[in-house]
């Protein structure tokens, strides 16, 4: 079985400042972990993934995670956040030959002016 | 823009009731998938088509079906709707390439 916890509901970051949102995963065999962003009323927007290789991942609007095997982990960093990052993000993982996507909680990311 | 499309964009409609959400995949994906997100559920997984064959079952309620036409496009079918069925139910495709699901919009569905 897959799974994903997202530990924390709600992140405040003020503007301007460096953001995390934590993403811890159990699956077997190597991982396909992705983050999504949600916007109220919209649909979940893909922000990037982590398939193989290089365990940094650059994606959209200037995020970033880092996969770490030994945590089993993929949080969700930007370095800069901007009040327009305000949003439900998720972290989703599936296993080698299951498409099926495993989605974590969600974390209501707010980002203070 | 994903490239996803999904109709209705809100259902309103009573207990007992029957509908049907419509989805059409990316230009060129042959899966479609269907979750479900709800307050508290989540987000799941419901069932998943690849080129008109069911590929993937999840969470699926013995009262939802779907189908997925020659075209490609998808269509999900919700009966005997109880007000728990409230949910916004959504459609993603991916290629096999890329293994990245896309979402469409959601249907948002209220169960009177």
């Known amino acids: 079985a897959q799974s994903v916890a997202q530990p924390e509901d709600q992140v405040n970051v003020a503007e301007g400042n460096p953001l995390t949102v934590k993403c811890t995963y159990s699956?077997?065999?190597?991982?396909?972990l992705f983050w999504y962003v949600q916007y109220p009323n919209r649909g979940l927007q893909f922000l990037l993934k982590y398939i193989t290789g290089d365990n940094l991942v650059k994606g959209s609007y200037g995020f970033e995670a880092e996969f770490n095997k030994s945590q089993t982990s993929f949080h969700l960093k930007k370095p800069s956040a901007l009040v327009s990052d305000s949003a439900l993000y998720f972290c989703a993982v599936r296993g080698f030959g299951n498409e099926k996507l495993t989605f974590g909680t969600g974390t209501r990311l707010t980002i203070i002016p | 823009d994903s490239g996803v499309t999904q109709t209705p964009k809100h259902l309103i409609t009573a207990t007992g009731q029957r509908v049907t959400l419509r989805c059409s995949p990316r230009?060129?994906?042959?899966?479609v998938y269907w979750y479900q997100q709800s307050l508290d559920q989540g987000l799941q997984f419901l069932i998943q088509y690849y080129n008109g064959e069911e590929r993937a079952k999840g969470n699926i309620l013995e009262r939802f079906s779907a189908q997925q036409f020659p075209d490609l496009h998808s269509e999900l079918n919700l009966s005997s709707l109880e007000l728990g069925d409230s949910a916004l139910y959504f459609c993603a495709s991916n290629t096999f390439t890329t293994d990245t699901q896309y979402f469409g919009p959601g249907t948002r569905l209220t169960v009177l």
């Open positions: 230009s060129g994906d042959l899966s």
């Open positions: 699956v077997s065999g190597n991982p396909y």
